[in-house]
């Protein structure tokens, strides 16, 4: 079983167009993925596409002009926004994706005491700072002082000191350099190693590739395909949907062919599948209603032709 | 340490250049006035006062000298520790700025205390009830105040509680027909209380409306969607960071406010009679009274610019990020 499952998600946002004309903006629709214990689970999709609203939605902290559908189960349980907040930080914690989602005007030492549930929280914090290999030093520092691979650190050190299972990653690479990202990799290694799910969103592919389990391909507001990383491979024939194939052969190291078009924007979406537009492979058939979720060689994809 | 004495140093400079600057300034617009000081010092017995006795004024007050030469006297003194003497008054000019600066200071201390805590917790019940009728109202009395002038809010007040109510009396410093050393202390609070409640209402709007503005930007930062990822929330959230973080700025406009206050206090003081600097101020203006009203412009800059160091001398210290840009 999952330790955490989410079913057709979908997301919109109230807006007011011209006048009093109130929108539905759906940002995300349908989206599906899993994560089991001990599995890291990249969610990929470029930048901007609301993927840190997935994360949003999974700790119950979207703004109050947010709908959301669908559901979200936590070892099997299903989540109301009641049992969201009595999970989030104990069970289920976020890493953010940078300083600035720290308190500029309190001590690191403190923000991260805070993180800590079950224990004593000024040992605690000693003992991860001494393990992530951050002088005692730091503890005194505020948030600004901090340099990009001590501020990596502090962060998913909040995540581990919290002992939750499930750990969503949001961007955790963006302006770091190799060293640092090597780090990254082996803390996500070895959190999952002791038994939490993690949930890493990322638009960097190279990265998703190197540490996790499963890739979910995030397009245009759902997950296209669900694939296990050994997928990933040759030119991309075990992948199922064109658009991760066409990802993957955008690589550098692969093909280094681009993907022609962009996404089409939340408020302006075609009436099938999503990447119909661009597909080479399209047909008529592709823009009758967003294509089913299918499962495949063990994974999922949403596409009527993929085999 | 030694940041923090440059810091000073550096800051005195800017003062003595705005004291120069402002001394200057004031002595060219007062002797530009159309007000004849001689004429506002004898007032309605001017017709009496032969042109020889004006004469003689003027010669008494070195009035019938060039400014150049007032003001190189007046400067000259000043440096020597010397304000001069009033003419209205009668009285050295540092003698009745410190009498009439107590006066003022009790009355603007309860002010500024009482808006400032008043309004900082208005602002942040306000930015956490965002919307909601508490925000409302807090809103719609802030807006309302803060197009409200100081003395049509003072007539009011008069009106209400000395007037109509009696509770409190009408005016002045101290009760009419009593022997100034039969004044008690329950008096001159009861003379306080209308002055400074008006002061303190009036003030209250600013810091608010900043307070609520500034807590809303916070608690819709990235920090706070962190904090309540983390599992905080209600009480403890805003305490923890909204606070933390909203009270380095409301102090620092508090502080800077102080010259919102001094101006807040010559319209109170003159709607209550209240002998403190504000009234002073007025009655050294409307009587030419040069002296006392050099000395006032000079005191008042000073307490203005000393409320606007306070400010800076306490992000300095306190904020951290400061603190950094001070090293660097």
Known sequence: MSILEVQNLSISFKKYSKGLRQEQNQVIHNLNVSINRGEIVAVVGSSGSGKSLLAHAILGILPGNATVTGNIFYEGQLLTEQRKEELRGTEIVIIPQSVKFLDPLMKIGSQVQTSVRKRNAVTAQKKIFEKYKLHPTVEKLFPFQLSGGMARRVLVSMAVVSEASVIIADEPTPGLDMEVIKEAENSFRELADNGSGVMIITHDIEFALKVADKIAVFYAGTTVETAPVSDFSGKGENLRHPYTKALWRALPQNEFIPIKGSQPLANDMPAGCPFAPRCEQATSECSEGLPEERYIRDGMVRCIYAT | ?328
């Open chain 2, 1 to 328: 340490m030694q940041n923090i004495v440059l810091f000073i140093i550096r800051k005195m400079t800017r003062l003595l250049s705005l004291l120069c600057a402002i001394s200057i300034i004031t002595f060219i617009l007062i002797s530009h006035s159309p007000i004849d000081p001689i004429q506002a010092y004898i007032g309605a017995d001017m017709m009496r006062v032969g042109p020889e006795q004006r004469e003689n004024i003027a010669e008494n007050w070195g009035l019938n000298k060039p400014p150049a030469e007032q003001f190189y006297h007046w400067g000259s003194s000043l440096l020597q520790g010397d304000f001069g003497t009033s003419m209205i008054y009668r009285q050295p000019v540092a003698e009745i700025i410190s009498e009439k600066f107590l006066n003022s200071l009790a009355l603007m201390i309860i002010a500024w205390i009482l808006s400032g805590v008043i309004g900082f917790v208005l602002g942040i019940v306000a930015a956490v009830k965002r919307d909601k009728w508490a925000d409302r109202i807090i809103k719609w009395y802030c807006y309302t105040l803060a197009s409200t002038p100081t003395f049509w809010m003072g007539l009011v007040l008069l009106m209400i509680f000395a007037v109509w109510l009696e509770w409190l009396p009408i005016g002045m410093g101290v009760p009419a027909g009593v022997l100034a050393e039969n004044v008690t202390l329950t008096d001159r609070i009861a003379h306080l209380i209308l002055p400074a409640l008006t002061l303190s209402i009036v003030g209250v709007a600013n810091i608010a409306l900043h307070t609520r503005q500034k807590l809303i930007e916070i608690l819709s930062s990235e920090y706070i969607l962190f904090a309540k990822a983390k599992g905080e929330k209600g009480f403890t959230l805003i305490w923890r960071h909204g606070i933390r973080n909203v009270s380095l700025p409301a102090i620092t406009l508090h502080f800077a406010a102080f010259s919102e206050l001094f101006g807040g206090a010559v319209l109170a003081e003159q709607v209550f009679s209240y002998p403190g600097l504000g009234q002073a101020t007025v009655e050294a203006g409307l009587r030419g009274d040069v002296p006392l009203l050099l000395g006032l412009v000079i005191f008042s800059s000073i307490f203005v610019f000393a409320g606007n160091l306070m400010a800076d001398l306490i992000s300095f210290i306190v904020d951290p990020r400061m603190k950094e840009r001070r090293s660097l």
